[in-house]
């Protein structure tokens, strides 16, 4: 188990994240380019190594009701890998994105590997991109939702 300063000495290897020491010592890491709310992206961390990720939208962690994690037992690669993808689920679309979406519905889809499609309503069709790849075009949402969920993507 890694101690208190060596977590803290890998969080803040995050420039995006910034330090808030709370109460009883603990400390909170924000994310303050979240597109959501949420701004928490380490939580509670103690001096006993006790402490949470922000993981609702990742698959594969065991997380309590509020998309939680807790990071104690967790070795340096673990943490610094559920850390980064924490801040991913959190970030905003990158230009390539944007440029697919433009002013239309879209929906990030994610997967266990934390891979990324979007699910984009235009032209009365539902477009499923892969980065700026066309993937599956579909008549309607249920049918796109249908082959989302099949190959193993959940909605962010």
């Known amino acids: 188990m890694l101690t208190f300063e060596e977590k803290i000495a890998i969080i803040e290897t995050f420039p995006e994240l910034e330090r808030k020491n709370v109460s009883l010592g603990r400390v909170n890491f924000h994310f303050e380019g979240s597109i959501y709310e949420k701004k928490n992206v380490v939580y509670h961390l103690h001096q006993n190594g006790n402490g949470f990720v922000y993981a609702e939208f990742l698959s594969g962690y065991d997380m309590d ?4 994690v807790n990071i104690r037992d967790f070795s340096s690669e673990e943490l610094k890998t559920i850390i980064r993808q924490s801040i991913k689920s959190l970030s905003p679309n990158t230009d390539a994105e944007s440029a697919i979406i433009e002013d ?36 309607s949402y249920n049918e796109a939702k249908q082959y989302l969920e099949e190959e193993g993507f959940r909605k962010r």
């Not at 009701?65 to 939680?68: E, L, T």
């Open 65 to 68: 009701s509020k998309g939680m």
């Open 104 to 139: 239309n519905e879209e929906e990030r889809w994610i997967n266990s590997e934390n891979h990324t499609l979007i699910l984009v309503n235009e032209d009365d069709m539902w477009n499923v991109y892969a980065g700026l790849n066309l993937d599956g075009t579909f008549l």
